[in-house]
């Protein structure tokens, strides 16, 4: 099983930045596909981003392209997300998790390996 630990969140302003950190424990951090989520009051919990054990592969949702970067530091066993250029409307709880797929793509997101963390809050003031 994978245990993970989101760090990071915090209240920042439109147009602010944020780095979201995810450390893991459990299984080697280098094997594994990496992906962040987000769940805002009321929504389904969606999948934003995505990364697999060598980077070569990364995914993003149409609403964070251009503006978040994820990324992973093997040897440090952590997973990063960079927010850039925040809007409201990124206001939510982001998770980190392991998943199953090596590419990325499809229904990534639905495919996980171990637990959700408890997560770390976002909040974005206009």
């Known amino acids: 099983q994978v245990q993970v630990v989101e760090s990071g969140g915090g209240l920042v302003q439109v147009g602010g930045s944020l780095r979201l950190s995810c450390t893991t424990s459990?299984?080697?951090?280098?094997?594994?596909?990496m992906g962040w989520f987000r769940q805002a009051p009321g929504k389904e919990r969606e999948g934003i981003s995505c990364?697999?054990?060598?980077?070569?592969?990364?995914y993003y949702a149409d609403s964070v392209k251009g503006r978040f970067t994820i990324s992973r530091e093997n040897a440090q066993n952590t997973l990063y997300l960079q927010m850039n250029s925040l809007k409201p409307e990124d206001t939510a709880m982001y998770y980190c998790?392991?998943?199953?797929?090596?590419?990325?793509?499809?229904?990534?997101?639905?495919?996980?390996?171990?637990?959700w963390g408890q997560g770390t809050q976002v909040t974005v003031s206009s």
């Open positions: 998790a392991a998943v199953q797929s090596p590419y990325c793509s499809g229904s990534w997101y639905d495919d996980l390996i171990g637990d």
């Open positions: 459990g299984l080697t951090f280098d094997v594994l596909n």
């Open positions: 990364i697999n054990w060598s980077g070569s592969k990364i």
